[in-house]
């Protein structure tokens, strides 16, 4: 009796996956938002008149205020001082606002707009940026792309806010129990947003035959309204296990500026840190222009469209069989009998290959890469769980990166040797991006949960925030880079299907080079100094 009386909510299973589930599924939404307008870098090129330059500008703009005005800190502060729940909503709502502005920006009512005068006169720097030489704007860049990059500032801040707040949240809800399946769910269902934009985004721009880049953006503010909402029904859910358990909200590591000699005196994070940003440079700003990249490398025939509920049902059969490859095959990681795992890798790797082929069939470059993510959801709690049983993190941190460089040279050197060749390039397109894939799943599953072997576990939520902020140097500076080098790599080509992008692709293999190198280094440290990066997290 007295047991029943002193449960909460979080002792119930249901309870705590239920508000994991509605932090996961705000998280699933920022991610299809945060690349909305990725697979349709042409279109913009097209209707919008953005060349790389401009496209790459607008799209590192998104960590602009939390690499430079420190945003991502004060973030951290708001979180310890006003608690999971609020900041949830909060950063919900601060992404809603960027994602409306960002909306307007490419809609037909910004052309013509006094603000889009206003625009093209204004902004072409800001002094105290450009002081700095870090302008997010320049002369010249189309008022369209000034303003989105606007409200993709305010949409990164929230973005940045919602990752520290969830981790937060997690832990909150889960410490004791299933911590590290609950953090890996949560990535795998971000993971899966990235997918959904790469389908769905496409899909809506081109929706019953007339181009409108603007209804994939409103698509994406829809879901961040359904973030919104999520975060709300969260918040009391939240409310009520405060009430419950008499607490005031928990406020477990809060960000202290004195922690920072402690973190930065470290070797070791200071080399994860590196390794961090230096891998998730060649990997997020990739993904913004990755299809842009296989439409110029594949010669894409799309089939003619019958109809448009025939082409509507056809995305949406595709995006169903990826489902049942991502739920089967993380449900199959969690199966104790062997038997069952089988039955569900069987059907999650059929489903792959039905998914792959209706890719061909379709022609479609967004559908193409949209693979990319699935691997991750597949094999990511796999390899955490083999990092808390096994270790073998730095080693893994070693491989992640040798398959990133090849990957990236196989695009640059080996992909395009392929382009007259109908099925020979998309084979080699889909095997670069399932590898490409499971890099991407090594990394993070070995990545994150070394930090808290390298600090103190009192400046562990410190020691995160300091590694998104590094981190988000490079997605600000790595989107910005590819798009300048693509333009000038690339003079007079005005068909934005016809750049060359060698150039960009040996930027981010040397990226990844140079987190080969960083890896090395960690596990010659980690040898000498016992950090136990290679050690299993439970012994
Ligand atoms: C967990 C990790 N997320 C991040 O590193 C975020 N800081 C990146 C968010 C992308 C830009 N808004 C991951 O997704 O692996």
């Known amino acids: 009796m007295t047991q029943e009386i002193q449960k909460t909510l979080r002792d119930s299973a249901a309870m705590r996956w239920t508000a994991l589930l509605l932090l996961a599924l705000a998280m699933f939404c920022s991610y299809i938002f945060m690349d909305i307008l990725s697979p349709i870098k042409d279109l913009m090129q097209e209707y919008r008149g953005w060349d790389s330059t401009a496209f790459g500008t607008m799209q590192g703009s998104e960590v602009f205020l939390n690499v430079f005005v420190f945003f991502l800190i004060f973030a951290g502060i708001i979180l310890d001082k006003m608690g999971v729940r609020f900041t949830?909503?909060?950063?919900?709502?601060?992404?809603?606002?960027?994602?409306?502005?960002?909306?307007?920006?490419?809609?037909?009512?910004?052309t013509g707009s006094s603000l889009e005068v206003w625009f093209n006169n204004n902004l072409n720097y800001i002094p105290v940026f450009d002081e700095l030489g870090v302008s997010p704007f320049y002369e010249g860049m189309p008022a369209s792309a000034k303003f989105a990059a606007c409200g993709f500032m305010i949409f990164g801040c929230g973005c940045e806010m919602a990752g520290i707040t969830v981790s937060r949240g997690i832990v909150k809800w889960f410490k004791g129990r299933e911590m590290a399946l609950a953090m890996g769910s949560e990535m795998a269902l971000a993971r899966l947003g990235v997918a959904t934009c790469m389908i769905f985004s496409p899909f809506f721009a081109k929706l019953g035959g007339n181009i409108s880049v603007s209804r994939s953006v409103a698509f994406g503010v829809v879901l961040m309204c359904i973030a919104l909402i999520m975060t709300i029904v969260y918040f009391f859910m939240d409310k009520k296990l405060d009430s419950q358990t008499g607490e005031a909200e928990e406020k477990d590591d809060p960000f202290k500026i004195s922690d920072l000699g402690q973190i930065l005196t470290s070797s070791g994070f200071w080399l994860v840190a590196l390794l961090c940003v230096l891998y998730y440079s060649a990997i997020f700003p990739f993904q913004k222009y990755a299809v842009n990249m296989l439409q110029c490398n594949l010669t894409l025939v799309e089939p003619s469209q019958d109809s448009f509920w025939a082409s509507s049902s056809v995305t949406i059969?595709?995006?169903?069989?990826?489902?049942?490859?991502?739920?089967?095959?993380?449900?199959?990681?969690?199966?104790?009998?062997?038997?069952?795992?089988?039955?569900?890798?069987?059907?999650?790797?059929?489903?792959?290959?039905?998914?792959?082929?209706?890719?061909?069939?379709?022609?479609?470059?967004?559908?193409?890469?949209?693979?990319?993510?699935?691997?991750?959801?597949?094999?990511?709690?796999?390899?955490?769980?083999?990092?808390?049983?096994?270790?073998?993190?730095?080693?893994?941190?070693?491989?992640?990166?040798?398959?990133?460089?090849?990957?990236?040279?196989?695009?640059?050197?080996?992909?395009?040797l392929f382009k007259d060749s109908a099925v020979g390039g998309i084979i080699i397109a889909y095997a670069t991006i399932l590898v490409l894939g499971s890099s991407f799943s090594l990394v993070p599953a070995s990545l994150w949960p070394s930090v808290p072997k390298l600090v103190d576990a009192k400046v562990i939520g410190s020691a995160y925030a300091l590694i998104f902020w590094i981190q988000n140097i490079g997605l600000w500076l790595f989107p910005l880079l590819i798009g300048k080098v693509l333009d000038k790599s690339n003079p007079g080509v005005t068909d934005p299907t016809k750049f060359d992008y060698t150039a960009p692709l040996i930027m981010l293999a040397s990226l990844g080079i140079a987190a080969l190198l960083l890896g090395f280094v960690l596990k010659a440290v980690d040898k000498k100094k016992g950090l136990g990066l290679e050690e299993p997290n439970i012994k």
């Open 88 to 110: 949830a909503v909060l950063s919900a709502a601060v992404m809603l606002t960027g994602a409306i502005v960002k909306w307007y920006a490419v809609t037909d009512y910004f």
């Open 317 to 416: 059969v595709q995006y169903v069989i990826m489902l049942v490859v991502a739920a089967a095959g993380f449900a199959s990681n969690f199966q104790k009998v062997k038997r069952n795992q089988l039955i569900l890798l069987a059907i999650s790797i059929i489903s792959l290959i039905t998914y792959c082929y209706m890719g061909y069939m379709r022609q479609s470059a967004e559908s193409i890469f949209a693979v990319f993510p699935l691997l991750a959801v597949l094999i990511t709690p796999i390899l955490g769980s083999y990092v808390d049983h096994k270790g073998k993190a730095a080693s893994m941190l070693i491989l992640g990166s040798v398959l990133l460089i090849a990957c990236h040279l196989t695009f640059a050197f080996i992909l395009p």
